[in-house]
């Protein structure tokens, strides 16, 4: 939220978000009086994007949770009711994966973000829910990329980046509805006799490419250009085979320079 706060003031045109701020981490009241504040000082280029984060990363907070749909809800409702005094609120944008979050984000947001979604999956997933969801409604997803020749070695770093989602069983009952049944059933045979260090091995190279960019320039531009034909912006979230972020984020930008 700070550097958001920094955006606001050294940026004049640029639109942002956050994807995803865990709502556990302010209280709403707070969230409200922070994300109103942008709004105004940015000139309307902000939107809030939160989530429920994931279960080891609640716990390492000690709060204590409810159910992840009911308590999203009475935090927008509570940012909602703040608005009078904070002034008017920014976009929210709703962290969802399955169908519920999703229905839940039409119903109170103002959009939805995904994270490692799967293209060939996207499109059925929103054809079925488009009922619930009004327009315009903003669309996003946060897909781990890699930009190099050697399209091995970046799928090796997008397999190190996914191997922490897949051990989430929210993650694996996502992509088994995806299609990916076979993949998430060896993730979890290896999970339950402690191989964990083997968990890559289990990633198929189709399941990974449908829910990662790994490879030379011109293919990573064209799975860019394939999430945007589906109506969902993509947020390309950098690695590099030969350096940091800072290193890949230069490497996007080259992409398209």
């Not at 706060?5 to 209280?27: D, G, M």
């Not at 609120?89 to 799967?118: C, E, H, V």
């Not at 960019?213 to 250009?225: F, H, K, N, Q, T």
Request: net charge neutral.
């Amino acid at each position: 939220m700070g550097l958001c706060v920094s955006l606001a003031h050294t940026t004049s045109t640029l639109r942002y978000w956050t994807s995803i701020q865990p709502i556990y981490y302010n209280h709403p009241v707070e969230a409200a009086n922070t994300a109103a504040h942008i709004h105004e000082v940015s000139g309307g280029r902000f939107g809030f994007g939160i989530g429920v984060s994931h279960g080891p990363v609640v716990q390492r907070l000690g709060v204590e949770t409810g159910k992840p749909l009911s308590d999203i809800r009475s935090y927008v409702e509570a940012m909602r009711t703040q608005e009078k005094f904070s002034g008017a609120l920014p976009p929210i944008y709703l962290a969802a994966l399955r169908d519920k979050m999703l229905q839940l984000a039409g119903n109170i947001g103002n959009g939805a973000i995904w994270a490692n979604a799967s293209l060939s999956f996207t499109s059925t997933q929103l054809k079925r829910n488009e009922a619930h969801l009004p327009s315009p409604f903003f669309l996003s997803n946060m897909i781990p990329t890699v930009i190099d020749d050697d399209i091995d070695a970046a799928r090796a770093i997008n397999r190190k980046t996914l191997t922490s989602y897949v051990t989430l069983p929210n993650y694996r009952n996502y992509w088994r509805e995806a299609g990916y049944q076979e993949e998430m059933d060896a993730v979890e045979v290896l999970l339950a006799t402690g191989k964990r260090d083997e968990i890559p091995s289990a990633m198929s190279n189709k399941w990974l490419d449908d829910c990662t960019l790994s490879g030379p320039a011109d293919r990573v531009r064209e799975g860019i250009a394939a999430w945007y034909a589906t109506g969902v912006t993509p947020i390309a979230v950098m690695s590099s085979t030969t350096g940091g972020q800072a290193k890949a984020i230069n490497e996007l930008i080259a992409l398209y320079s």
